[in-house]
């Protein structure tokens, strides 16, 4: 199913992307108010800001529900800003239209819920602002693409996703996995869908925020969403990861901005070089296919099984090497061989099962 969707129409300057820039939480009225004054001094159009914030364990900071959202319209009303805030609930949604907030988005836990996805999408029914649709927490593109389809069925139109890395036991340098190639599918699925990235919850630290934005418009991401507080240290949630107005300012003038609609003459023959070496691998495949397919034959006729896994560690192993001897990752090299290795397999049972 195609989305019916219309441009978001939020502002932005002609040097920078979309940037929607704010605390974690609502904390209190004087820290909301004095980010949101700051940010907008510097030229910030979009004030974000956790009211209701969903914990992993009980006990901590779950935001200051409707008492923090005449903050946010105190906000609006001082700075002309644009506010934000994330909604998990049919309440919630009922709240924040109720208040004004201008722009909802749902968050990677709730995305990850088709339940949850579907009574959020009953309750946005009439609502004309934008809608962002944050990944699910796990990498699931399919889920991803149901949860934005639903909210599309009840008639929202502006519609956005964002990107905030995937969950991993295994979490390395990030909070969450930045896995960019899925967001990559994602707009080539959708092409006309605006991606906007969560620097702030991939990287969780704020000294990978700078580089994640950067990664994010050579990428050619549409905007970014970035946690911004007047005085990180003290936030009552997620302080490592936030970043104060004057940083945040000072990271947007060194971002490079690129065109994706420029395409020079000299990145053209570089492409069809790219399509022509392409063609190679596919008819080298395309070899390699047929000798199996003749060792299949031969297994058959010797009664051999099809799987032989030391056969298969030795093509991982000398492939793994001669990636690290040509520049590229033994890890890229054992994917791309444990897929050719699984179509092999596939083509030689259907010879030894005919």
Not at 94 to 119: C, H
Not at 141 to 146: A, D, F, K, Q
Not at 210 to 216: D, H, K, S, V, Y
Not at 275 to 304: P, S, W, Y
């Amino acid at each position: 199913m195609e989305l019916e969707l219309e441009p978001l129409n939020l502002p932005s300057d002609q040097e920078r992307p979309i940037v929607i820039a704010g605390p974690c939480s609502a904390e209190t009225e004087e820290q909301v108010m004095t980010t949101a004054k700051t940010l907008a001094k510097l030229g910030c159009h979009m004030f974000r800001a956790g009211v209701w914030k969903p914990r992993t364990k009980p006990g901590g900071f779950e935001g200051n529900g409707e008492k923090a959202l005449p903050w946010m319209k105190e906000v609006k009303e001082e700075t002309g800003m644009l506010v934000a805030t994330e909604v998990a609930t049919p309440e919630h949604v009922e709240l924040a239209v109720k208040y004004g907030i201008d722009i909802l988005w749902v968050g990677a836990r709730t995305s990850a819920n088709p339940f949850a996805m579907q009574a959020l999408a009953d309750a946005l029914k009439g609502f004309e602002g934008p809608v962002l649709v944050k990944n699910p927490v796990n990498p699931d593109l399919e889920l991803w693409i149901g949860a934005l389809q639903r909210i599309n069925q009840a008639g929202v139109k502006r519609l956005g996703a964002i990107h905030r890395g995937f969950s991993s036991y295994d979490k390395k340098i990030y909070r969450n996995l930045p896995m960019w190639q899925i967001p990559i599918e994602l707009h080539r699925r959708i092409p006309d869908l605006p991606i906007i990235c969560d620097p702030s919850h991939i990287g969780g630290r704020r000294d990978l925020i700078a580089p994640l934005c950067q990664q994010a418009m050579d990428l050619g991401f549409d905007g970014l969403i970035v946690e911004s507080h007047c005085n990180p240290d003290e936030a009552w949630s997620d302080a490592k990861q936030q970043v104060t107005p004057e940083i945040l300012d000072y990271i947007l003038s060194l971002l490079v901005v690129r065109d994706e609609h420029t395409t020079t003459e000299g990145i053209r023959q570089l492409r069809s070089q790219i399509d022509e070496v392409d063609n190679q691998l596919m008819d080298l495949l395309a070899k390699r296919m047929r000798i199996c397919r003749e060792i299949g034959t031969f297994k058959k006729e010797h009664n051999m099984t099809v799987l032989q896994a030391a056969r298969y560690n030795e093509i991982l192993e000398k492939r793994g090497a001669q990636a690290s001897l040509c520049g590229m990752s033994p890890e890229f090299a054992a994917k791309v061989f444990e897929l050719v290795h699984e179509e092999s397999v596939r083509q030689q049972l259907e010879i030894v099962n005919q």
